[in-house]
């Protein structure tokens, strides 16, 4: 850091002479150990100075490197870590973090904020605080012990917070309906709190417990969450008529899946995207009834995040739908999270919001229908995105000349040839 105390407004060149330091004028001014330090810098008196950064290895200020150097940084908590992933809509994810940081508006925290007013919690007498909503009181005790033991979690000894019970359910394995169920129980908990303080309707743990498994099903039918969310946990996956038998198993399906022929007067845009670790590229191919492609696209994007490029290749994909004029369109995408995002009436993560919206409107203009296809169904829009990833401009391949790959890909889907998945 630079020092702003300085005894003189003197240049750096007051201390050389005939082109070396003047060792007797530095030592006026700085302590001798310091002197030495000077002594070692070479001089080059016919290039101009330079600030450099020392953190940084190209000597570029960077305000990140510095940041990282004065943060405290914590040790990475798995309960924060575990309340974000996919399989797990933003804004539960978020309730259940605004829970855990205590930044909900229940009387207790109203009264820190120098709000006085009479606390009476909405199911029972009690004085309204985060952990009676969700923890303490016979309700929310009513709701965890259902699920706790229908997925067999031991909470016969609990007796913690919200972050210790999250502790006691949240797994590693990444996705598991161990780290979703929690949260679902948070905000259905946090709905009926809502709803019965502003519209008047009396909290009802059967009612809480029936919107917990009514949205897990949701979630199952969107095919954001499937039975290998569910390993080692068969009582959950009957009560909601998944086969768990199947989740047990590591390599136990093999799976056949073809490309399939839209109806006439349908066309059929099949859409991808490649993010690696240096590059990102977008893919798509339009085909018709016989099909025959009519229009295929491939091209890089900037670095972001596979959700973003999906998104941004589906919205290319639609435009050119709608520039040449195709109007019936079945769509087909290997990202479920896609279709949920544009599924969902909410507006969507921010961070895609403006192409969400955009692809919304495009498919109110065009007679279309969205589903999922495994990768192995979307090959050619795979290959497409991935020849993206690698080439420097976004544009639109001749179905004349195409790839010799990919035209056998073309091919093959053509003839409806089935594609071997396994697991
Ligand atoms: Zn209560």
């Not at 101009?48 to 940041?67: E, H, M, P, R, V």
Request: glycine share 6%.
């Amino acid at each position: 850091m630079l020092n702003t105390v300085t005894l003189e407004n003197v240049k750096v060149n007051a201390f050389l002479v005939n082109g070396e330091w003047n060792i007797d004028r530095l030592c006026e001014v700085v302590p001798y150990e310091v002197v030495a330090l000077i002594l070692k810098i070479p001089l080059q008196l016919n290039v101009q100075d330079k600030i450099l950064f020392k953190i940084t290895a190209n000597g570029k200020f960077s305000f990140k490197k510095l940041w990282e150097l004065f943060r405290h940084k914590e040790e990475i908590n798995h309960v924060y870590k575990a309340l974000w992933h996919n399989t797990i809509p933003v804004s539960y994810s978020l309730l259940s973090w605004r829970c855990l940081k205590g930044y909900l508006p229940v009387d207790t925290r109203l009264w820190n904020k120098g709000f006085y007013i009479v606390s009476k919690c909405q199911c029972c007498a009690n004085i309204e605080s985060i952990f009676h909503i969700f923890i303490n009181s016979t309700l929310a005790q009513k709701v965890w012990n259902h699920f706790s033991t229908l997925a067999g979690v031991d909470v016969s000894a609990f007796h913690g917070d919200l972050k210790d019970m999250l502790a006691l359910w949240f797994t590693k394995g990444k996705g598991h309906i161990f780290n979703l169920l929690p949260i679902l129980i948070i905000w259905y908990l946090w709905k009926a709190r809502n709803e019965s303080k502003h519209e008047g309707i009396k909290m009802d743990e059967n009612q809480i417990i029936a919107n917990i498994r009514n949205k897990m099903l949701q979630l199952i039918s969107v095919y954001l969450i499937s039975y290998k969310n569910f390993k080692h946990c068969n009582a959950l996956a009957d009560y909601l008529g998944i086969n768990a038998a199947a989740a047990n198993v590591e390599m136990g399906r093999v799976r056949i899946v073809y490309w399939v022929k839209p109806n006439f007067p349908f066309v059929k845009l099949n859409t991808d995207a490649s993010v690696g670790c240096n590059s990102v590229g977008i893919g798509g191919i339009i085909r018709d009834h016989l099909g025959n492609p009519l229009d295929l696209f491939f091209g890089p994007l900037a670095a972001c995040s596979v959700m973003s490029a999906e998104l941004q290749s589906l919205s290319y994909g639609l435009e050119r739908c709608l520039n040449l004029g195709f109007i019936s369109v079945n769509i087909e995408v290997d990202a479920t999270s896609v279709i949920y995002a544009i599924s969902e009436d909410k507006d969507g993560n921010p961070h895609d919001f403006y192409t969400i919206r955009k692809i919304k409107s495009m498919m109110n203009d065009l007679s279309c229908v969205i589903s999922h296809t495994y990768r192995e169904g979307n090959a050619c829009a795979d290959w497409l995105a991935k020849y993206g990833a690698q080439s420097t401009t976004l544009q639109n391949l001749s179905v004349i000349n195409l790839p010799s790959p990919l035209k056998g890909m073309i091919q093959l889907d053509k003839v409806g040839f089935p594609y071997i998945r396994h697991g």
